[in-house]
């Protein structure tokens, strides 16, 4: 279907910046090299380099939020403390 790749590609950027059902963040969680590798997979057309490119994408998604939610744990601790 023509057009449809365009579409995909404006949409991925802002479909990755969601938070836990919050809302919009200041700073998307997809990073620009992400996105990148994501695009560029999508732009080969080939559904294996596609699926790689995801479970990639996913798991520095989730190491980022583990290490985002341990940083902000300490942060909040020592400022309990002072």
Do not use: W
Request: include cysteine; hydrophobic fraction near 40%; charged fraction near 20%.
């Amino acid at each position: 279907m023509p057009g449809t790749d365009t579409c995909f590609l404006c949409l991925l950027p802002t479909s990755f910046s969601l938070k836990s059902g919050c809302g919009l963040t200041k700073t998307p969680v997809l990073t620009m090299p992400q996105a990148f590798r994501l695009i560029g997979a999508v732009l080969t057309r080939d559904p294996s380099r596609i699926r790689q490119a995801l479970a990639e994408v996913n798991y520095y998604l989730r190491r980022n939020a583990v290490a985002y939610k341990s940083h902000r744990k300490k942060a909040l601790a020592l400022l309990d403390q002072g």
